[in-house]
C-alpha cells in the first residue's frame, strides 16, 4: 500500500483524528452536491458549500449514475482525496470519540449502516419512513395483546362470580344418567344380566357369580328377578351345581321360588315382607354370619322397610296412573337439589388454576334449611310437585306438609367438613366433589374425581383412608337392546385388614320390552299356613346341597309355625 497520496502528501497516521469542522460536509454530501452543479454546467467550478442543502431529487435515467459498489478494499480507503462524480468510494471512520453535540448548528446524524455499506454513513433531520411502518403493526400487535388480557379477565371475573354455575354443573353431571328417561322406559323393561362379586384379604374370600333374567310393568303391578347362582365360595365352593332363586311381585303379594328344593311359589304380604323375613331369621343360630340375612337386613335398614309397607299405596297408584311424567318429576328434583345448595353459605377461593367453591354445611340450621329449600322449590313446580301426588295418592297441601315436617322432626347432626366443589378456573369441569357425612359419632368425608368415564370414590376420616374405589360405566347399543356395563374396583381398609374388592355387573336391555317373562303362581303357598312337615322337607332338601347344606344345617335351629299376630307387628 502506497504512503503517500497523489495531490496531496499527508502522510498516514490513524491514531490522529481530524477536528470536526464548525459546518461539514461528508464525502456523500458533497458527491451528491457536485452532480447537481455539474449538470447545470459542466464547467463551472466547485464552490464551498456552506449549509447542508435538502436531498437533491432522484436522479433521471439519463445521468446514468450507477449503483454505490460494495465495500471498497484497503486500497481503495487511502484514495480518499480522489473524487470520482460516477464512483464514490465511502469512507470508513471511527466517530467513537467524536463529539457529535460539539457544534450547536450541527444537524442530527444518522448513523444506520445498511448491510454491505450500501448507504454508508448517512445524514438526515427527519425520521425515516422505514420506521414509522414499522410502527403500525407493533401498536396492532399491542392492542391485540391488551384486547385478549381484558377479554380474559372479563371471563374469569364473570365465571369465577358465578358459583351457581359450577353448582349447576356438578348437579347436572350426577343426573346425566337419567337424562334419556323416558316414561315408557320406566313403565315397563325387560332383559338379563350377569353379575360377579370378588373381595379378598389375607384371611377371607368371597366370590358370588350370578346370571339371571328381569321383567317389570309397574301398570300391571308386576316385577320378577331371577337369579341363577352358578358360583358361591365363601373360603371354600359352597355350590355342587347352579342354585336358582326367583323373587316375583305381583299385586300386593311377594313370591319366593327356590326350584332346587320346592316345586312351587312361597308367598307373603309385601308390605309384610320385613316380618316375615325377621320370622326365618329367627330360626337360626347367629344369622348375622350367613350372607343372605346380611344383605336383607342392610336393604331394610336402608330403606326397603319403609318401601314395602306403602308398596300397596304405590304401585296402585302408579297402577292407576299410567301417564306419571317421570322426567318432569326428575328435573324437577334435580332443580331443587341445586337450589338447597345454593341455599347454604357459600364462599369461593383459587388454588393454583383452580376455582373452590365451599358450601358451609356444618351447622344444623343450615341442613334443616337446605332441606326445606329443597321441599319448597319442589312444590314450587308445579309439574312436578304434581307427579309426586299422583303417586302418592295424597293431596297436593297435606303431602307438601308431611314433606315438612319430616325435613322439622328429623334428627340432625353437626357436621365437622364441608362441601366442597374444585372445578377449572375458566369452565366449570368437576376436578373433584367433597361431600361430608356422619358414621356414628366419627366424621367423615368421601371425595368424587372423575376418572375417565367414571369416577374414583376415597372415603376418608379425619386421620386416614378408609377406602378407594374406581368406578365406571360404558353403554352400547343394537337396534334390539342397550347394554350398560358397571364395574368397580379398589380397597377397603378395616382397622389392620385391606381387602380388595372387584365388582361387575352387565345389564342388557331390550328395546321392546317382553311382558312374557312373569310366571303362573296359581298353586303357589301361603307363609302363613306351612306346616312342620313343609318345614322339615324343605330343610332336608337343602342341607344335601353339597357344602351350602352343611353351612345351612350348622346355623339352622328347626322348624316352627309361624303365628299370624307376630307376623304383622311392624317392630
Given at each position: 500500500?502506497?504512503?503517500?497520496?497523489?495531490?496531496?502528501q499527508?502522510?498516514?497516521?490513524?491514531?490522529i483524528?481530524?477536528?470536526?469542522?464548525?459546518?461539514?460536509?461528508?464525502?456523500?454530501?458533497?458527491?451528491?452536491?457536485?452532480?447537481k452543479?455539474?449538470?447545470?454546467?459542466?464547467?463551472?467550478p466547485?464552490?464551498?458549500?456552506?449549509?447542508?442543502?435538502?436531498?437533491?431529487?432522484a436522479?433521471?435515467?439519463?445521468q446514468?449514475?450507477?449503483?454505490?459498489?460494495?465495500?471498497?478494499?484497503?486500497d481503495?480507503?487511502?484514495?480518499?482525496?480522489?473524487?470520482?462524480?460516477?464512483?464514490?468510494?465511502?469512507?470508513?471512520?471511527?466517530l467513537?470519540?467524536?463529539?457529535?453535540?460539539?457544534?450547536?448548528?450541527?444537524?442530527?446524524?444518522?448513523?444506520?449502516?445498511q448491510?454491505?455499506?450500501?448507504?454508508?454513513?448517512?445524514?438526515?433531520?427527519?425520521?425515516?419512513?422505514k420506521?414509522?411502518?414499522?410502527?403500525?403493526p407493533?401498536?396492532?400487535?399491542?392492542?391485540?395483546?391488551?384486547?385478549?388480557?381484558?377479554?380474559?379477565?372479563?371471563?374469569?371475573?364473570s365465571?369465577?362470580?358465578?358459583y351457581?354455575?359450577?353448582?349447576?354443573?356438578?348437579?347436572d353431571?350426577?343426573?346425566?344418567?337419567?337424562n334419556n328417561?323416558?316414561?315408557?322406559?320406566?313403565n315397563?323393561?325387560?332383559?338379563?344380566?350377569t353379575?360377579?362379586?370378588?373381595?379378598?384379604?389375607n384371611e377371607?374370600?368371597?366370590?358370588?357369580?350370578?346370571?339371571?333374567?328381569?321383567?317389570?310393568?309397574?301398570?300391571?303391578?308386576?316385577v320378577?328377578?331371577i337369579?341363577?347362582f352358578?358360583?358361591?365360595?365363601?373360603n371354600?365352593?359352597?355350590?355342587p351345581s347352579e342354585?336358582?332363586t326367583?323373587?316375583?311381585?305381583?299385586n300386593?303379594?311377594?313370591?319366593?321360588l327356590?326350584?332346587?328344593?320346592?316345586?312351587?311359589?312361597?308367598?307373603t304380604?309385601?308390605n309384610?315382607?320385613?316380618?316375615?323375613?325377621?320370622?326365618?331369621?329367627?330360626?337360626?343360630?347367629?344369622?348375622?354370619?350367613?350372607?343372605?340375612?346380611?344383605?336383607?337386613?342392610?336393604?331394610?335398614?336402608?330403606?326397603?322397610?319403609?318401601?314395602?309397607?306403602?308398596?300397596?299405596?304405590?304401585?296402585?297408584?302408579?297402577?292407576?296412573?299410567?301417564?306419571?311424567d317421570?322426567?318432569?318429576l326428575?328435573?324437577?328434583?334435580?332443580?331443587?337439589?341445586?337450589?338447597?345448595?345454593?341455599s347454604?353459605?357459600?364462599?369461593?377461593s383459587?388454588?393454583?388454576?383452580?376455582?373452590?367453591?365451599?358450601?358451609?354445611v356444618?351447622?344444623?340450621?343450615?341442613?334443616?334449611k337446605?332441606?326445606?329449600?329443597?321441599?319448597?322449590?319442589?312444590?314450587?313446580?308445579?309439574k312436578?310437585?304434581?307427579?309426586?301426588?299422583?303417586?302418592?295418592?295424597?293431596?297436593?297441601?297435606?303431602?307438601?306438609?308431611?314433606?315438612l315436617?319430616n325435613?322439622?322432626?328429623?334428627?340432625y347432626?353437626e357436621?365437622?367438613?364441608?362441601i366442597?366443589?374444585k372445578?377449572?378456573?375458566?369452565?366449570?369441569t368437576?376436578?373433584?366433589?367433597?361431600?361430608?357425612?356422619?358414621f356414628?359419632?366419627?366424621?367423615?368425608t368421601?371425595?368424587?374425581?372423575?376418572?375417565?368415564?367414571?369416577?374414583?370414590?376415597?372415603?376418608k376420616?379425619?386421620?386416614?383412608?378408609?377406602?378407594?374405589?374406581?368406578?365406571?360405566k360404558?353403554?352400547s347399543?343394537?337396534?334390539t337392546?342397550e347394554?350398560?356395563?358397571?364395574k368397580?374396583?379398589?380397597?377397603?381398609?378395616?382397622e389392620?385388614?385391606v381387602?380388595?374388592?372387584?365388582i361387575?355387573?352387565?345389564?342388557v336391555?331390550?328395546?321392546?320390552?317382553?311382558?312374557?317373562?312373569?310366571p303362573i303362581?296359581?298353586?303357589?303357598?301361603?307363609?302363613?299356613?306351612?306346616?312342620v312337615?313343609?318345614?322339615?322337607?324343605?330343610?332336608?332338601?337343602?342341607?344335601?346341597?353339597?357344602?351350602?347344606?352343611?353351612l345351612?344345617?350348622?346355623?339352622?335351629?328347626?322348624?316352627?309355625?309361624?303365628?299370624?299376630?307376630?307376623?304383622?307387628?311392624?317392630p
Amino acid at each position: 500500500m502506497n504512503n503517500e497520496i497523489q495531490n496531496n502528501q499527508v502522510s498516514e497516521d490513524t491514531s490522529i483524528i481530524p477536528a470536526t469542522p464548525t459546518d461539514y460536509v461528508l464525502p456523500k454530501d458533497q458527491q451528491m452536491m457536485t452532480q447537481k452543479i455539474q449538470t447545470v454546467n459542466p464547467d463551472t467550478p466547485v464552490q464551498p458549500v456552506q449549509d447542508i442543502p435538502a436531498p437533491p431529487p432522484a436522479p433521471s435515467v439519463e445521468q446514468n449514475i450507477p449503483a454505490p459498489p460494495s465495500a471498497p478494499s484497503t486500497d481503495e480507503q487511502n484514495a480518499v482525496g480522489t473524487i470520482n462524480t460516477t464512483t464514490v468510494a465511502p469512507p470508513t471512520m471511527d466517530l467513537s470519540h467524536v463529539d457529535l453535540n460539539a457544534n450547536a448548528n450541527a444537524q442530527s446524524l444518522d448513523l444506520t449502516m445498511q448491510s454491505g455499506a450500501k448507504e454508508g454513513l448517512t445524514m438526515t433531520g427527519k425520521t425515516k419512513p422505514k420506521k414509522k411502518a414499522k410502527l403500525v403493526p407493533i401498536i396492532v400487535i399491542v392492542i391485540l395483546v391488551l384486547g385478549l388480557i381484558g377479554g380474559g379477565i372479563y371471563f374469569y371475573m364473570s365465571q369465577f362470580k358465578t358459583y351457581e354455575k359450577r353448582i349447576d354443573a356438578v348437579v347436572d353431571k350426577a343426573f346425566s344418567s337419567l337424562n334419556n328417561t323416558t316414561n315408557y322406559k320406566i313403565n315397563s323393561g325387560s332383559g338379563n344380566y350377569t353379575f360377579s362379586y370378588n373381595s379378598s384379604t389375607n384371611e377371607e374370600q368371597l366370590i358370588i357369580e350370578t346370571k339371571g333374567k328381569y321383567a317389570y310393568d309397574l301398570p300391571s303391578k308386576q316385577v320378577n328377578l331371577i337369579s341363577n347362582f352358578t358360583r358361591y365360595n365363601n373360603n371354600q365352593e359352597l355350590l355342587p351345581s347352579e342354585l336358582n332363586t326367583e323373587v316375583y311381585l305381583k299385586n300386593n303379594d311377594a313370591y319366593l321360588l327356590l326350584s332346587n328344593f320346592n316345586d312351587n311359589y312361597v308367598y307373603t304380604e309385601v308390605n309384610n315382607s320385613y316380618n316375615t323375613i325377621k320370622d326365618v331369621e329367627s330360626r337360626f343360630n347367629d344369622p348375622e354370619e350367613l350372607l343372605v340375612f346380611k344383605v336383607t337386613n342392610t336393604l331394610f335398614d336402608s330403606g326397603l322397610d319403609e318401601l314395602s309397607k306403602n308398596y300397596d299405596t304405590y304401585i296402585t297408584n302408579i297402577s292407576k296412573n299410567e301417564n306419571v311424567d317421570y322426567k318432569t318429576l326428575i328435573n324437577g328434583i334435580k332443580a331443587a337439589t341445586k337450589s338447597a345448595l345454593k341455599s347454604a353459605p357459600i364462599t369461593q377461593s383459587l388454588e393454583g388454576t383452580t376455582n373452590v367453591v365451599t358450601i358451609d354445611v356444618k351447622s344444623v340450621n343450615t341442613q334443616k334449611k337446605m332441606g326445606k329449600t329443597f321441599i319448597e322449590t319442589l312444590h314450587n313446580n308445579k309439574k312436578a310437585f304434581e307427579q309426586l301426588v299422583i303417586i302418592t295418592g295424597i293431596e297436593d297441601d297435606k303431602l307438601y306438609k308431611q314433606y315438612l315436617d319430616n325435613i322439622e322432626n328429623k334428627e340432625y347432626k353437626e357436621l365437622k367438613n364441608n362441601i366442597i366443589i374444585k372445578s377449572n378456573m375458566f369452565k366449570s369441569t368437576l376436578i373433584s366433589l367433597v361431600i361430608p357425612f356422619n358414621f356414628g359419632d366419627e366424621a367423615r368425608t368421601i371425595v368424587v374425581t372423575p376418572v375417565g368415564t367414571g369416577y374414583k370414590f376415597v372415603v376418608k376420616n379425619s386421620s386416614k383412608e378408609l377406602a378407594n374405589i374406581k368406578y365406571s360405566k360404558a353403554t352400547s347399543k343394537t337396534s334390539t337392546t342397550e347394554t350398560k356395563t358397571y364395574k368397580a374396583e379398589g380397597i377397603i381398609y378395616n382397622e389392620s385388614t385391606v381387602t380388595n374388592l372387584t365388582i361387575d355387573l352387565e345389564v342388557v336391555k331390550d328395546v321392546n320390552p317382553n311382558k312374557d317373562n312373569f310366571p303362573i303362581t296359581k298353586d303357589s303357598v301361603d307363609y302363613k299356613v306351612l306346616t312342620v312337615d313343609n318345614y322339615n322337607a324343605t330343610a332336608a332338601k337343602i342341607e344335601a346341597f353339597g357344602n351350602l347344606g352343611v353351612l345351612f344345617k350348622s346355623h339352622y335351629k328347626g322348624a316352627q309355625t309361624p303365628i299370624e299376630g307376630e307376623l304383622n307387628e311392624v317392630p
